[in-house]
């Protein structure tokens, strides 16, 4: 028997389930995308298994939803596949708590023939709470 989907009630229009899965994030379900044509949109309602031991936002989530974050969007924007992080850097600017909404938005700084850096801004109910800076690889298109 497959379990059931979790409630959508409390996400904001626009965002569904995300797709993709990894073993890193599947304990931090349910995550959610908003696509655009620019980026790939991340939000996540902030649950006991987000947090750290005082119950705030774990900077380890922050910084593995930002680069998924940033990574997904370059592969959005650039039409491309098989990007690896090269550097990824995140200050952390104030802090969430559970049931907050979190929403992880892509900028970027360049898009070129091999390299792409991105930035990503984390907000917990519209106020910043961190900042990602990264630097992806983009793999050399065969001929």
């Known amino acids: 028997m497959t379990p059931p989907e979790p409630s959508t009630a409390g996400v904001p229009e626009g965002f569904a389930r995300h797709p993709r899965r990894s073993p890193l994030t599947e304990p931090w379900e349910p995550i959610y995308f908003k696509a655009t044509p620019e980026a790939y949109i991340l939000g996540l309602r902030l649950a006991q298994a987000h947090t750290n031991s005082r119950g705030l936002i774990h900077g380890g989530l ?81 001929s």
Do not use: H
């Open 62 to 142: 922050i910084a593995a939803l930002a680069d998924n974050a940033m990574g997904l969007s370059c592969s959005v924007k650039g039409g491309l596949s098989g990007i690896v992080t090269i550097n990824l850097s995140v200050d952390y600017l104030g802090s969430a708590k559970i049931g907050q909404w979190l929403v992880f938005e892509t900028t970027f700084t360049k898009v070129g023939g091999s390299i792409c850096f991105a930035q990503c801004f984390v907000t917990a109910d519209g106020e910043p709470c961190a900042r990602a800076n990264a630097t992806f690889k983009i793999p050399n298109k065969k």
